[in-house]
């Protein structure tokens, strides 16, 4: 279980829109990235890239792409992966941010998020 927390919109040094939330460690990615996935159904032909510093994975909806990233500097982050998917991410953190304070757990019915398409 886990209670989301404040995130904050900026951009990266590739000055691509983010929503980043600090206070995420690593063992809520899952649970917060299949949370996304399922309110906004998005799908992905890519693999979960699981680094030492880092998680990355694209996603999609449509032909917008974004990212659901986590690192150790930001935390989890959603990234707009071109200027077209800026609506997504402001959407995606908006939800997040309405989300605070809520307590939330993984369905057990639920797959993987390495498995979800």
């Not at 402001?90 to 398409?117: D, H, M, N, S, Y």
Request: with cysteine; charged share 25%.
């Amino acid at each position: 279980m886990l209670s989301i927390t404040l995130g904050i919109f900026t951009r990266d040094a590739s000055d691509r829109l983010c929503y980043e939330v600090y206070t995420l460690d690593s063992s809520m990615y899952m649970i917060v990235s299949y949370m996304i996935v399922e309110h906004f159904y998005l799908t992905s032909t890519d693999h979960l890239v699981d680094g030492f510093d880092g998680l990355f994975r694209d996603w999609w909806l449509g032909d917008i792409r974004i990212g659901l990233d986590w690192d150790i500097w930001s935390g989890f982050i959603v990234v707009a992966k071109e200027s077209t998917s800026e609506a997504l991410v402001r959407g995606i953190g908006e939800w997040l941010e309405q989300q605070r304070g809520r307590i939330v757990a993984l369905p057990k019915e639920c797959k993987a998020i390495t498995e979800i398409q």
